[in-house]
């Protein structure tokens, strides 16, 4: 038996529920078919969900799924320079996959895989010049900026490591969102498919809790209070700073697990600062959105 999920044609962190929305009725044995040919736009939060959705139908099946390509040619090339297929084959069921184009990505950061504390190293250092370049230069941030948000992303990949217990991914890009927002913006997306902030806090937490014990209070209690797994002196900090530091910059910290979302709002934006009832899918799933710095008008 095969079950086909239709990947939505703008592939963003909203329309990513609609596909985990198709994917929460997967079963065991079923062969899944990732319908990828209408895509016309994905961005880097949508490019790596589609590994962790890959990921998530092979465990609750126990087949590897496929997925057909983008007809758009200039999808596929975007999929190709951020090293999609290369991440995707432990995945899917490719067959032949599009050759990697060694031209180099206008991306921040291409996907990576993020397995241990040398990755997150890695990343970091290879992301420090173009960082520099796109922070100061495209969002007009200042100088100290950059170490700000080497920091952040160190942290943020750390806690794939220290929480999930499972592989996860990273990818960063920068556009400009004429609509939305009239200004360029860096888009940051981190994703894992572990056990999650209600799994990974339950032994610490879960009986404080009580009835209450779930992915939405797990995720205020690590957000907005700081509280971790461990029980050393100074851990569950790094999500309570990133929250300040993306305050600082008016910017969107997303954090999705489980069937939960909270979120840092700012005033341009108007997504809920709480979801519930979300389709369930494992670990947890991060999207920070960074916008470019508006200069306020020196008075006459």
């Known amino acids: 038996m095969s079950r086909v999920l239709q990947v939505p044609d703008v592939l963003d962190e909203n329309t990513f529920e609609d596909l985990i929305a198709e994917l929460a009725r997967a079963r065991e044995g079923e062969r899944l078919l990732f319908d990828a040919r209408h895509v016309r736009w994905v961005s880097p939060y949508g490019l790596i969900g589609l590994l962790a959705a890959g990921q998530v139908g092979r465990d609750r099946t126990g087949l590897a799924p496929a997925i057909e390509a983008p007809e758009s040619s200039d999808v596929r090339s975007y999929w190709e320079r951020m090293d999609f297929w290369q991440n995707a084959a432990p995945i899917y069921e490719l067959g032949s996959r599009p050759a990697r184009q060694h031209s180099r990505s206008d991306a921040l950061l291409e996907i990576t895989p993020i397995r241990s504390h040398q990755d997150v190293h890695e990343v970091v250092e290879r992301v420090r010049e173009r960082a520099a370049l796109i922070l100061e230069s495209r969002l007009h941030y200042p100088k100290s ?91 569950g900090q790094g999500l309570q700073a990133i929250r300040r530091q993306v305050t600082k910059w008016n910017g969107v910290v997303r954090i999705r697990s489980g069937d939960a979302m909270i979120a840092r709002v700012p005033d341009w934006d108007d997504v809920s600062p709480l979801r519930i009832g979300l389709p369930h899918l494992p670990g947890a799933q991060v999207l920070i959105v960074m916008p470019a710095r508006v200069e306020e008008p020196v008075p006459a």
């Open 145 to 235: 900026a950059v170490i700000q948000f080497s920091v952040m992303l160190s942290e943020v990949c750390q806690n794939i490591l220290e929480h999930a217990e499972a592989v996860g991914w990273v990818c960063a890009q920068t556009y400009h969102w004429k609509r939305r927002l009239g200004r360029d913006v860096l888009v940051l997306a981190v994703m894992d498919v572990g056990v999650g902030f209600q799994g990974s806090l339950a032994a610490e937490h879960a009986r404080r809790y009580g009835d209450r014990w779930s992915a939405a209070t797990a995720l205020e209690a690590a957000f907005l209070n700081g509280e971790s797994r461990f029980r050393d002196p100074g851990r």
